[in-house]
């Protein structure tokens, strides 16, 4: 494609999401570095060698429940049996169960040798003393073969890929992990995600804007967004409206692994900001997708002057995103285009964005051609989870996004037909941020 | 309640939840300690100080598109207008605006004073040479007064209460105290959450489990998933199947904001963990939940011995949680029950647990008296979200679970009926991790 792809139509999200979704798979067969982080300091990270069984999961027969090992066929009799045994959880496996004998057992606790079911201890009678006690499964009551047990090896064989490169680690994978005696994993280093803000009105947090001035929130929110995401954030310093300040900050950005410009997108400032990209030999995938917030979305390319530099990609190019400057378009896109291209440079499988539905409560209305992303607060908390818009004034409206926990997406107008809003009570789909 | 609650019916999933949002309501009132973190470390973290708007938001009445600010009824005339200066942004705002004419703007600039609108340079017609400049809107377009302006103070106005205490921090609202000028904020300290796996059967991570033992996984799931929560994980050794280990955890576990059992609260072993509850004081608030997986759920309180101890919470009591030992039982039951109560003393105002709907593609059944929660795989990406059950080995089955990302809730069979099951193509809830 020309690098301002002049006169081509701009793509829908759908068309936009799959060109992502095709560049990230592309990316992902570059594996970034590697290195070893302690099990409670992995949440987040992304595994870069496959989980194997140590040993069978179980690792012993086990007793689902706490009760007495039997022989079903015995036990459906309904004849008494004397307890021959007992069995508590972390005691080696016992055995062999006598004819006509039941086992006490533990939950988690190994059956005996000869039991082939474990019959419930609320489901039975006690008879006779401590030295001569029986049970007897209450009539009418039966039990099958393998009732209330989990066989060696139901859950995994030993060697069984139970994780796969790629997995990000939460509480579970951990516990996984742990189950098999993995104090510390192999992960994928964070992709190191330049943060460029750019516009002669932003100034420092710190600062105390003069008129016509605001302060840089866009790099404070995407810095957070790319932490949660799983990269490593690197602010660059704000760069100014001119082509000596932009190619110097692009030119930095040539070490990171990932560059998110934004401001500069819209139809006056890119006049800046595109040239200074064109210089620095960036080949566009998109400028502009038909979406609302986020239109002015840029796409691109940029060769890599040092292969040796950055993280993890070698011989790749450096992926850029031109977000809009107003925090809400900025959001937006991240989630929609940025995020799954993230992903795939942390070596991940699943890449987002996320949806989910939801009972939409207000009514929303749809336009022509754009695909819209609508600040919305959801109740996720109630039994039928419920969502409603937030009322904003225009994507600088932060304020309106703090007050929002999703995203209602509205389809084209085009694809709602014959009606151009979706009402009250209907399902929608929401972006989960 | 007495401490066994003998013979009460055990709460359904609606009456138990319910039962913890009132108490986590309650708990709420203790305010936590507070500390100061840095904005780029106040992720997770909750607001311990309302956040106000510094100024007006926008400061200036600012120009939401690159193009002309004019006065509206004159550009709608179609007559040319003399381009009178221009203003980028960041630049003080300028004017007033002469008679007749217009004034050249960027998006993001400070409208000329006299200005009433902005007309998009996509929609003007431009002549003369640069020291005559003319734009002219074209017919038959016109512009309405205060189009593509966003009013000075529109999103908000100075001394505006933007987030609540209690609002956890986010990327948005990290970009919101930037905008605000807050380099750091006032955060209320994490709650520390004792987490006491029990059992006989347990072995630490690195150990090589002897016949009938397993590792234990639980504290490390655990652990993951009270950090995610906002919590602070205090993960004490492993307590043995005997009074004195129990007691002897318990009362250590007495310095922190919440306890965490697993193991010991099924029919044959609760009469260890809970006499020791009970020697401590205890008073429990449910013993059992008709939910699957997670039945023997308990929940209770201890008081506090030394009121003086642990992060936050000042003469009130230990809010205790017994969580079955089986991975998957304990995982569903602290995201429904036990998140809550950590998300209220750590000062959360939104509590949880989050639920969403999906369109399930399997068929699940349901259960008499028992609420479901089951392991499932969402397409989280897809255009629609799309829903499916995880084949498992009961709850004990963590690789199965590693494949889920949420939980299928199936009502009681008495709330579906006629039917006993829920349908491919049906719309359901689901439990986000």
Redesign the interface.
């Known amino acids: 494609m020309s690098p301002t792809l002049p006169g081509a139509a701009l793509p829908g999200y759908?068309e936009a999401a799959a060109l992502i979704a095709g560049y990230a798979a592309k990316r992902a067969r570059f594996r970034p570095g590697v290195e070893r982080v302690a099990?409670?300091e992995a949440?987040g990270r992304v595994l870069a060698e496959p989980l194997h069984?140590d040993r069978d999961?179980?690792?012993?027969a086990?007793s689902?429940?706490?009760?007495f090992a039997c022989r079903a066929a015995e036990a459906s009799l309904h004849r008494p049996l004397a307890v021959a045994g007992a069995?508590?959880?972390?005691?080696?496996?016992s055995g062999p169960l006598p004819r006509g004998s039941a086992w006490e057992i533990?939950?988690?606790?190994?059956v005996p040798s000869g039991a082939d079911a474990v019959i419930?201890?609320?489901h039975v009678e006690t008879s006779g003393g401590p030295s001569a006690r029986t049970v007897r499964l209450l009539p009418p009551r039966t039990i099958e073969k393998d009732g209330n047990i989990?066989a060696r090896g139901?859950?995994?064989r030993k060697g069984?890929k139970?994780?796969s490169v790629g997995?990000a680690i939460?509480?579970?994978?951990?516990?996984?992990?742990?189950?098999?005696?993995?104090?510390a994993l192999k992960v994928f280093l964070r992709p190191r995600v330049a943060i460029l803000a750019t516009?002669?009105?932003?100034v420092p947090?710190?600062?105390?804007?003069?008129?016509?001035?605001?302060?840089?929130?866009?790099?404070?929110?995407?810095?957070?967004?790319v932490?949660?995401a799983g990269g490593e954030?690197w602010v660059l310093p704000i760069a100014r409206?001119t082509a000596k300040s932009l190619d110097a900050a692009i030119a930095r950005a040539g070490a990171a692994d990932l560059l998110l410009i934004t401001g500069g997108v819209?139809?006056?400032?890119f006049d800046l900001v595109e040239p200074a990209l064109a210089r620095a030999g960036a080949r566009f995938h998109f400028i502009g997708v038909r979406i609302q917030p986020g239109k002015p979305l840029v796409f691109g390319d940029l060769p890599k002057r040092n292969a040796k530099m950055g993280n993890s990609i070698r011989r790749a190019s450096l992926p850029i995103f031109g977000l809009p400057?107003n925090?809400v378009s900025s959001?937006v896109t991240f989630l929609l285009f940025a995020a799954p291209v993230l992903a795939a440079l942390a070596g991940r499988l699943?890449?987002?964005?996320?949806?989910?539905?939801?009972?939409l409560i207000s009514d929303v209305k749809a336009r022509p051609g754009l695909t819209r992303f609508l600040p919305a607060a959801?109740s996720?908390?109630?039994?039928?989870?419920q969502v409603e818009l937030i009322s904003w004034?225009?994507s600088?409206?932060?304020?309106?996004?703090?007050r929002?926990?999703c995203f209602i997406v509205v389809p084209e107008e085009g694809d709602l037909r014959p009606k151009s809003r979706i009402e009250p009570g209907a399902?929608v789909?929401?972006l989960?941020?």
Chains 1, 2 share one sequence.
Do not use: K, Y
């Open positions: 759908d099990l409670d949440a069984a999961q179980p690792p012993f086990r689902a429940r706490d009760g069995t508590r959880a972390g005691q080696a496996p533990m939950t988690g606790a190994p419930m201890l609320e989990v139901a859950q995994a069984d139970l994780l997995t939460s509480a579970v994978q951990a516990a996984l992990a742990a189950a098999c005696g993995f104090p516009g002669d009105e932003l947090i710190r600062s105390s804007p003069a008129p016509g001035q605001i302060r840089n929130s866009s790099s404070a929110m995407l810095a957070a967004m932490a949660a954030p409206d819209s139809a006056g400032r400057g925090p959001a699943d890449r987002g964005p996320r949806f989910a539905l939801a009972r959801c996720f908390a109630g039994s039928l989870p004034e225009g600088g409206d932060l304020a309106a996004m703090a929002a926990n399902i789909r929401i989960l941020s």
